[in-house]
């Protein structure tokens, strides 16, 4: 059976997503030519794991999982975690994760959201 094409809700979601999973890509890597480098541990920690949840996140958007409510709950959260942790850092490389973070976020809120008022029951 094919995935119904994607809503521009669904398509703006997976981009957010895909960019986010790219920003935390350059980050960690941006991280990792700082002379500090075991200052950035913890932000390049989670800037992999916030690129594996994001790239999770597109995939189950796109194939319509049954489980894109609870995965964009889930990638929410850990891009919430990482934007956290981004802002305490004045490198560019890090603002411009934390601004990458918090858009996908807020679009997997949506996704979540949307995922959750679709499964509703119609009222009588």
Do not use: W, Y
Not at 1 to 30: E, G, H, K, L, V
Not at 90 to 115: E, N, P, S, T, V
């Amino acid at each position: 059976m094919d995935s119904p094409p994607p809503t521009t809700d669904r398509q703006r979601c997976i981009d957010a997503c895909n960019a986010c999973a790219d920003a935390c890509d350059r980050c960690a890597a941006s991280c990792l030519r700082e002379k500090d480098v075991q200052h950035m541990v913890r932000c390049i920690s989670l800037d992999m794991d916030c690129a594996a949840a994001c790239r999770f996140a597109a995939g189950a958007i796109a194939r319509d999982s049954e489980l894109v409510n609870t995965v964009c709950a889930m990638c929410a959260m850990v891009c919430h975690a990482c934007a956290a942790q981004c802002e305490t850092h004045d490198a560019a490389h890090c603002k411009a994760c934390a601004r990458a973070c918090r858009d996908c976020a807020a679009a997997c809120d949506r996704m979540g959201l949307a995922a959750v008022q679709a499964a509703r029951p119609a009222a009588p």
